[in-house]
Structure formats: C-alpha cells, structure tokens
C-alpha cells in the first residue's frame, strides 16, 4: 500500500522556515524532530505530548491536598466576574 503524498506550501516566519502541514497528516503533539535521511530528505518525527506525566509529577510533588485551599480557590471563582461580551475587532 502507498504512503499518501500531497503537495503544500513552504512559507518564511521569521528567520525560519515553516511548512503548512496538510490535515492528513496532522501530528498529535506540538514538538517534533527534524532530520536528512541518507538521500537529504526532510524526515519529522514527532515527539510524544507528556504534559499529563509532568503535570501527575508536579502533583505528587506537592504532597497532601489542602481541602480549605482548594474551597478558597472554587469560592473565589464563584465570585469572580463573569466573562464580558464585546464586539469583535
């Protein structure tokens, strides 16, 4: 079975160059690895999303849950202001 090709843009950002990545090919992550294969092609991989790892870690980090704490912080979100609607710009 054949590897789906599609053509796209190169564009400039910056000093750098960015390429639009097709839908078909979207990556599930927001880093990658970008390497030239033995025939000086592009070659990305993408590189696993562990923000749920770090984020469990930084939890385990801080040890007990403080229950008054966390019924300060809801109680102040109760309170707060709600959203403004405002036009668009």
Do not use: C, K, Y
């Amino acid at each position: 079975m054949a590897s789906p090709v599609s053509t796209t843009r190169v564009f400039n950002n910056g000093n750098s160059q960015a390429v639009r990545i097709p839908a078909e090919f979207r990556l599930n992550t927001d880093r990658v690895q970008i390497s030239r294969n033995e025939h000086g092609h592009l070659v990305i991989h993408p590189i696993p999303a562990e923000r749920g790892q770090a984020l469990l870690q930084a939890l385990q980090a801080l040890g007990e849950v403080d229950v008054q704490f966390i019924a300060a912080l809801e109680a102040e979100q109760e309170n707060s202001q709600p959203m403004q609607d405002r036009e668009a710009l």
